[in-house]
């Protein structure tokens, strides 16, 4: 369980700071190679989530989303500092426990 959270995680990380650096580069006239890394970064986000040992792709890809979610919240927490309000905890309890269903609920 803990390799799943890891590698989510990961994936998070790259997705969001890829992310942030393409939008450096497009939104606040930051060099190209701002893009540029974002971009590999975000390429890296395609690949680290097949690293998960679930059997099918639309399941965790769902259940990633609830992390990034999380992450997503932490973020703009901590780079962008926008201190989170109520909703936005309350949302993010939502989107764990969502994934924690998706992932480990018994299946038969």
Same mark, same amino acid.
């Given at each position: ?16 700071? &890829? ?15 701002? &893009? ?21 792709? &639309? ?13 997503a919240v932490l973020w703009g927490w ?19 426990? &969502?994934v924690s269903i998706m992932l480990w609920?018994?299946?038969?």
């Amino acid at each position: 369980m803990l390799l799943t959270i890891l590698i989510f995680i990961v994936a998070g990380l790259a997705e969001i700071g &890829g992310g942030y650096l393409v939008w450096l580069w497009l939104r606040e006239s930051k060099p190209l190679w701002y &893009g540029i890394v974002g971009g590999v970064f975000l390429i890296l986000y395609g690949i680290i989530p097949t690293l998960q040992s679930f059997p099918a792709f &639309g399941r965790v890809y769902a259940a990633y989303g609830g992390v990034f979610v999380i992450l997503a919240v932490l973020w703009g927490w901590l780079v962008d500092k926008k201190t989170p309000d109520v909703y936005d905890g309350i949302g993010a309890a939502v989107c764990i426990v &969502g994934v924690s269903i998706m992932l480990w609920a018994p299946r038969s």
